[in-house]
T-cell receptor
Framework: GENVEQHPSTLSVQEGDSAVIKCTYS??????FPWYKQELGKRPQLIID?????GEKKDQRIAVTLNKTAKHFSLHITETQPEDSAVYFC?????????????FGKGTMLLVSP | NAGVMQNPRHLVRRRGQEARLRCSPM?????VYWYRQLPEEGLKFMVY????????ESGMPKERFSAEFPKEGPSILRIQQVVRGDSAAYFC????????????FGPGTRLTVT
């Protein structure tokens, strides 16, 4: 089955700095890669996703890149703000059998200091 | 804008008791996924259901765990004879159809087994 590795497990940055979180996956058939943000005690919230036919996607301060050959994808947050502090999860899925069950990484705790 | 609803939000059970967790998907969504999140871990897929059908239960323990999604009413995850190792946050997610990749999560049920 799919295996997703995520690094780093914790990341501390100063407000205004950029943050990068990296994930690798094992199943070359995976074709959908979402990122979720989870604040303490809250639900995971989908913040951005990318499909395997695209190499990069941006949404304001957030961007995701995908390297299918190397089987890794990354989340980039620019101009970080204290409210970006949360745990971020990457996930991978293969949708081809008509549905997509997500395999998650173990998460990255991002701390943004004012 | 009613999102995915889960109840109860917190559930305390003694070892050997039964736990019933309920999930109402977003309006218009007929596909439900259940995930379990252990402390300091990512989310792990348990089961995928459509109305009246279990499509994929490959992530669910073979014993004591069952899930259903009846024609009317919420999806239910049932854990019989709970043990301390069942203590976790249980999240459900929903999507509108089998071809939609995005999954939207509920707030979770935090189960504590004493």
């Amino acid at each position: 089955g799919e295996n997703v590795e995520q690094h780093p497990s914790t990341l501390s940055v100063q407000e205004g700095d950029s943050a990068v979180i990296k994930c690798t996956y094992s199943d070359s058939a995976s074709n959908y890669f979402p990122w979720y943000k989870q604040e303490l005690g809250k639900r995971p919230q989908l913040i951005i996703d990318i499909r395997s036919n695209v190499g990069e996607k941006k949404d304001q301060r957030i961007a995701v890149t995908l390297n299918k050959t190397a089987k890794h994808f990354s989340l980039h947050i620019t101009e970080t703000q204290p409210e970006d502090s949360a745990v971020y999860f990457c996930a991978a899925s293969r949708s081809g059998s008509g549905y997509s069950t997500l395999t998650f990484g173990k998460g990255t705790m991002l701390l943004v200091s004012p | 804008n009613a999102g995915v609803m889960q109840n109860p939000r917190h559930l305390v059970r003694r070892r050997g008791q039964e736990a019933r967790l309920r999930c109402s998907p977003m309006k218009g969504h007929s596909h439900v996924y259940w995930y379990r999140q252990l402390p300091e871990e990512g989310l792990k897929f348990m089961v995928y259901l459509q109305k009246e059908n279990i499509i994929d239960e490959s992530g669910m323990p073979k014993e004591r765990f069952s899930a259903e999604f009846p024609k009317e009413g919420p999806s239910i995850l049932r854990i019989q004879q709970v043990v301390r190792g069942d203590s976790a946050a249980y999240f459900c997610a929903s999507s509108p159809d089998r071809d939609t990749y995005e999954q939207y999560f509920g707030p979770g049920t935090r189960l504590t087994v004493t």
